[in-house]
């Protein structure tokens, strides 16, 4: 490999590693919505064995549970007279900090009691990844949320029950406790986080289905897939600035986290998949190449 190529290589992998800080800074999940509070300690009815401290930003609560213990009941909760009503989703979020064993995979589990006879899901569990990754070995502060979402109907939440489940055992802390209304929306962003996941998915599922298609063109037709190469690489090069250029905007205007992580992943992944690219079918972007000597130059002795 030429020293322009290993340059080349070089510059790309910094680039990735600082547009995977960039992705970590600016789209830190957190507890959003139409309207939020924090919890207090006078609201909460804690289970039992349960330690309630009251601090600056709500209440913190401490549980522990031995190996092969059933579900601990950590706090019910009353819901206001019209929660809800001017929202068609509401979340129980904070922060958690655990340790279990390794090998665990243990969860928070939050049920929705509705008024009587309403049917809607009841209840949402850290069992997915995000803001519900699950509770497994080690880990310091870390935001999580329970969403519910509402259908057309007229259930209306009542109550809210939070349970801790440790199949191994363990501690587990939450602080920071906040009942939010409107999970997934805020007045004035431009997208929700349902239409924001949906744009995501399919913008993604795209760009991997041409990349995919342009990597089999190269394999097959070598040298004369560099025209396509190249102006592929430059509309993905342009959008990923584009998107960049968005994110900025994005920050600057206080939208919410998903708007920031949707933005930042295309920015990067599309100058990312550019530059690869490039690489790949070894386009001569930078001078300098090692070439080898010519029939008229010197041969060192």
């Known amino acids: 490999m030429s020293a322009a190529n290993r340059r080349f290589w070089g510059i790309l ?5 600082v547009g995977v800080l960039l992705i970590q800074l600016v789209s830190r999940p957190d507890a959003t919505g139409g309207g939020a509070r924090f919890l207090n300690r006078t609201e909460l009815k804690p289970g039992p064995g349960i330690v ?8 913190s609560l401490q549980a522990s549970l031995p190996a092969a213990s059933a579900p601990l009941r950590i706090l019910e909760l009353s819901l206001p007279e ?6 068609r989703s509401y979340a129980l979020a904070g922060e958690v900090s655990y340790r279990t064993p390794e090998e665990s995979q243990g969860y928070l589990e939050a049920v929705s009691v509705s008024s009587p006879g309403a049917a809607f899901p009841v209840n949402s569990r850290t069992q997915g990844t995000g803001l519900q990754a699950p509770l497994s070995g080690h880990s310091l502060r870390r935001s999580f949320a329970l969403p519910f979402s509402l259908p057309e109907s007229d259930a209306v939440p009542v ?9 191994a055992g363990g501690a587990v802390e939450l602080s920071s406790l906040q009942l939010v209304e409107g999970w997934g929306s805020r007045p004035g962003a431009w997208c929700s986080m349902e239409e924001n996941s949906r744009f995501g998915a ?6 991997g289905l041409w990349g995919t298609l342009l990597g089999i063109g190269r394999v097959i037709w070598r040298e004369r897939a560099n025209g396509p190469v190249l102006a592929s690489c430059v509309l993905w090069t342009l959008g990923g600035a584009l998107c960049l250029l968005a994110l900025s905007w994005a920050c600057a205007a206080g939208q919410p986290w998903w708007i920031r992580q949707q933005f930042a992943l295309c920015g990067v ?18 001078p300098g190449e090692i070439r080898e000597p010519s029939a008229s130059s010197p041969v060192p002795s």
């Not at 992998?13 to 590693?17: K, R």
């Not at 019209?82 to 929202?87: I, L, M, Q, V, Y």
């Not at 992944?269 to 930078?286: D, I, T």
């Open 269 to 286: 992944l599309l100058v990312a998949l550019a530059g690869a690219f490039l690489g790949w079918a070894q386009l001569r972007l930078f």
């Open 159 to 167: 109550s809210l029950e939070l349970n801790l489940v440790l199949p």
């Open 82 to 87: 019209g929660f809800a009503s001017n929202f």
């Open 52 to 59: 309630v401290q009251q601090g600056g930003h709500g209440v």
């Open 13 to 17: 992998a910094a680039g990735i590693f």
């Open 202 to 207: 399919i913008l993604g599922a795209l760009i």
